[in-house]
């Protein structure tokens, strides 16, 4: 057995100066359950993490992409975070969310509070940490383009 990290691909997807988030599941045993993350999830075998990102985003949200941009990687113990970005050009309801109890635009306040309002929850639900660093980073970097 091999302590490899897991490498996983995620997407900042953003539209009008918000990002996409999903409302992760709020079941035990998975990791972040209940609170906000980006979607996106493990790079199998064979695939590089940007074919991974465009295959998760077409899982969870039936949303299909030509073209993503890298952002960065983001490195723990156990897990490689590939980070991609591109603009959402459909409304939320062209989308079908497939994984995750919600999905939502959150705004760069929003972000900076690690807080965030479910309609279907009916409740205030906190950011992923990881997802709130990497928003963050993403927010002081590439403002220009929000």
Same mark, same amino acid.
């Given at each position: 057995?091999?302590?490899?990290?897991?490498?996983?691909?995620?997407?900042?997807?953003?539209?009008?100066?918000?990002?996409?988030?999903?409302?992760?599941?709020?079941?035990?045993?998975? #990791?972040?359950?209940?609170?906000?993350? &980006?979607?996106? !999830?493990?790079?199998?075998?064979?695939? @590089? +993490? /940007?074919?991974?990102?465009?295959?998760?985003?077409?899982?969870?949200?039936?949303?299909?992409?030509?073209?993503?941009?890298?952002?960065?990687?983001?490195?723990?113990?156990?897990?490689?975070?590939?980070?991609?970005?591109?603009?959402?050009? #459909?409304?939320?309801?062209?989308?079908? &969310?497939?994984? !995750?109890?919600?999905?939502?635009?959150? @705004? +760069? /306040?929003?972000?900076?509070?690690?807080?965030?309002?479910?309609?279907?929850?009916?409740?205030?639900?906190?950011?992923?940490?990881?997802?709130?660093?990497?928003?963050?980073?993403?927010?002081?970097?590439?403002?220009?383009?929000?």
């Amino acid at each position: 057995m091999t302590n490899l990290p897991v490498h996983v691909a995620l997407a900042i997807l953003y539209r009008e100066g918000k990002f996409l988030m999903q409302l992760r599941d709020d079941i035990p045993g998975i #990791v972040y359950p209940g609170v906000w993350g &980006l979607f996106g !999830g493990h790079v199998e075998p064979g695939e @590089t +993490p /940007e074919i991974a990102v465009k295959r998760e985003l077409i899982e969870e949200i039936g949303y299909e992409i030509s073209e993503v941009s890298a952002f960065g990687w983001y490195c723990e113990t156990n897990v490689i975070r590939h980070v991609f970005y591109a603009r959402l050009t #459909v409304d939320l309801d062209e989308l079908v &969310l497939n994984e !995750g109890w919600d999905m939502g635009l959150i @705004t +760069p /306040e929003q972000i900076r509070y690690s807080q965030a309002y479910s309609q279907k929850a009916g409740m205030v639900r906190s950011l992923g940490r990881p997802h709130q660093h990497i928003l963050l980073d993403f927010l002081e970097q590439k403002q220009e383009i929000l």
